[in-house]
């Protein structure tokens, strides 16, 4: 984590991210990287994402993308390049209720969502 941190700070890019040996470490610095520019500077968001090496590190972004930005989730999961990523995006558009919040006066809220207790009658 510490070395995410480093980097982040330190490079100049996203293909410094390279430079990180541990996979997870250097998958979480693309992500940081690539969202930093998403929904801010597109052309920097899309150069961000073809500077990472394999289409599944790029779906990987582009799907954890779409978790955080279900609004987003829709775009992102029409560029994926990967079948194991088009199955992914077909879970995350298919449940949006797992990452939004219920709106107060929805009148059928997603299934195992709480319902509040009637107070009752009067006694």
Do not use: N, W
Not at 21 to 34: I, P, S
Not at 67 to 75: E, N, S
Not at 101 to 117: N, Y
């Amino acid at each position: 984590m510490i070395l995410l941190l480093l980097c982040l700070s330190a490079c100049d890019g996203p293909r410094d991210c390279e430079r990180i040996r541990d996979e997870v470490m250097r998958e979480d610095c693309r992500f940081e990287r690539a969202s930093a520019l998403f929904g801010a500077d597109s052309r920097a968001f899309y150069a961000a994402l073809e500077a990472i090496p394999s289409p599944e590190s790029r779906d990987l972004v582009r799907l954890r993308l779409a978790i955080r930005d279900p609004g987003a989730a829709q775009g992102l999961c029409r560029e994926v390049e990967t079948a194991s990523a088009q199955e992914k995006c077909r879970q995350v558009l298919g449940r949006p209720h797992l990452s939004t919040a219920p709106r107060a006066h929805d009148p059928h809220p997603p299934a195992g969502t709480p319902v509040p207790a009637s107070p009752g009658p009067p006694r």
